[in-house]
C-alpha cells in the first residue's frame, strides 16, 4: 500500500524538520503512542496506537529542514520519504509511505491497515496546523 502526501501546514521547515528529524520524535508528531526503544544498528520500535508488534523504522537520508526518509522493517516492511518547501510563512510537505504488511491479504485487513496509516499521519498534520 502507497500513501501519498502533498499538505501544507502554517509553521516553517524548520519546525516541521524537528519532528522527522529522528524515529525517536515522531511520537511527538502523532500523539503518545509509547516509548520508542533502540533497536541498534540505527533501528528503533516506534510503538503505534492499534498495531502489534511496534514498527521498526530507520532513517535512511536527512537534508537538514528540506528532507527525510526511512525504512521499515519486520511485520510492516517498506520505505517513506518527505521533502519540505518553503510556502509563504508555512511548509508544503510532499512525499509518500510505501508498506508491506507480511502475510497479510485480506483486501478488507488491509483496507483497515491503510485506514489507520492514513489517521496517524492526519493527526500529524492536524498538530502541526495546530501549533502554526
Known amino acids: 500500500m502507497r500513501i501519498d502526501f502533498d499538505e501544507t501546514?502554517?509553521?516553517p521547515p524548520?519546525?516541521?524538520?524537528?519532528?522527522l528529524r529522528a524515529p525517536t520524535e515522531w511520537p511527538r508528531l502523532y500523539g503518545a503512542f509509547g516509548e520508542v526503544r533502540d533497536l541498534g544498528g540505527g533501528w528503533?520500535?516506534?510503538?503505534l496506537a492499534g498495531a502489534q508488534p511496534d514498527?521498526?523504522?530507520?532513517?535512511t537520508a536527512l537534508e537538514?529542514?528540506?528532507?527525510?526518509?526511512?525504512e521499515l522493517r519486520g511485520t510492516l516492511a517498506g520505505q517513506g520519504e518527505v521533502e519540505l518547501e518553503p510556502d509563504d510563512g508555512g511548509t508544503r510537505i510532499t512525499g509518500f509511505e510505501e508498506i508491506e504488511v507480511a502475510g497479510l491479504d485480506d483486501p478488507d485487513m488491509l483496507a483497515e491497515v491503510r485506514r489507520r496509516f492514513e489517521a496517524i499521519w492526519q493527526m500529524g498534520w492536524d498538530h502541526l496546523r495546530a501549533i502554526g
Open 9 to 11: 501546514v502554517p509553521v
Open 14 to 19: 524548520d519546525v516541521v524538520f524537528d519532528y
Open 44 to 47: 528503533y520500535a516506534v510503538p
Open 55 to 59: 514498527l521498526e523504522a530507520r532513517l
Open 64 to 70: 537538514l529542514d528540506r528532507r527525510a526518509a526511512w
